[in-house]
């Protein structure tokens, strides 16, 4: 017996919406290409708004954060993926996965806590028209590195395996950067937990973190395992501190931490943020 094929275009729209809604992003802008009615249902706002996460709406009603015109679920999304939205007073960022439509993060380097950060011996705070915050934080010396950020999980996508990124660039030569590797970890950590238990020395000295990555080239043999800085598409550098899979149960915040603590005066960076986004596949 000969089995019958499904037509899709033969479905009413409406079906068709519902079809595609259970696929993702690409493959909706995939399908529209096959025909007029399966464009139709592939553009419509039934699919699309079951692409943007359900918070997105509370997200973007935060003061301060940008207003958008009236548009389709479609250019809502494509615009939340190509233009991330300030919030929480213009300290983090926050847009859409190309791909999956999971939400992403940006805390600005105002947001995270940067040993001497507030001493303009050591650190100084100015703007730069490539970076998507007012402000992002400009080393003079220092001999303490320290950055630490923290994000609630439940800002986060679930079922879903984050990475955090720092982003920065060097606006002059990376002064001990590219010959002392730097310490870099993700963790888990009870929500409000305190910077100071346990404290960045007693980190280090107990193991917890281990120097295994360049922020800048280094000018010596490295191994295999030691990580190095990739260039952005927007023009930054991008270091790995570490991943964590979301579940969406949780109720925890993520530590995250790069640190130089045992060498020399170092200098030459400029920090952006802290980006946490899903593991591209």
Not at 74 to 101: A, H, Q, R, T
Not at 166 to 181: A, G
Not at 198 to 205: A, F, I, R, T, Y
Not at 265 to 281: A, H
Request: some cysteine; hydrophobic content about 35%.
């Amino acid at each position: 017996m000969q089995q019958r094929q499904l037509d899709l275009q033969a479905l009413p729209e409406g079906c068709i919406a519902n079809v595609i809604w259970l696929t993702s992003p690409p493959d909706a802008c995939r399908l529209s290409l096959l025909s007029k009615i399966i464009r139709s249902a592939a553009e419509s706002d039934a699919v699309w708004d079951k692409f943007i996460p359900p918070e997105t709406q509370t997200i973007l009603s935060q003061p301060n954060s940008l207003s958008f015109p009236s548009k389709s679920k479609k250019d809502l999304y494509m615009s939340l993926c190509d233009n991330p939205v300030l919030i929480n007073e213009g300290n983090m960022s926050f847009s859409l996965d190309k791909w999956s439509g999971k939400k992403c993060y940006m805390i600005a380097s105002k947001g995270l806590r940067i040993a001497w950060g507030d001493t303009p011996r050591y650190w100084e705070w100015i703007s730069l028209p490539e970076s998507r915050f007012e402000e992002v934080a400009k080393l003079r010396m220092v001999g303490w590195f320290e950055i630490r950020g923290r994000i609630a999980t439940r800002m986060l996508s679930p079922s879903t395996l984050y990475k955090a990124y720092l982003v920065y660039k060097f606006n002059e030569r990376p002064w001990t950067f590219d010959n002392h590797p730097t310490a870099v970890a993700v963790s888990a950590r009870s929500y409000g937990f305190d910077y100071e238990c346990p404290s960045l020395s007693e980190m280090v000295e107990g193991g917890e973190l281990k120097y295994t990555a360049f922020l800048a080239q280094p000018e010596r043999e490295i191994s295999e395992e030691t990580r190095l800085p990739d260039k952005r598409a927007d023009g930054w550098l991008e270091m790995e501190l570490g991943e964590y899979f979301c579940e969406g149960e949780e109720d925890v915040e993520l530590e995250m931490i790069c640190c130089e603590i045992n060498s020399s005066g170092k200098s030459g960076i400029i920090v952006q943020g802290i980006e946490v986004r899903p593991k591209s596949n």
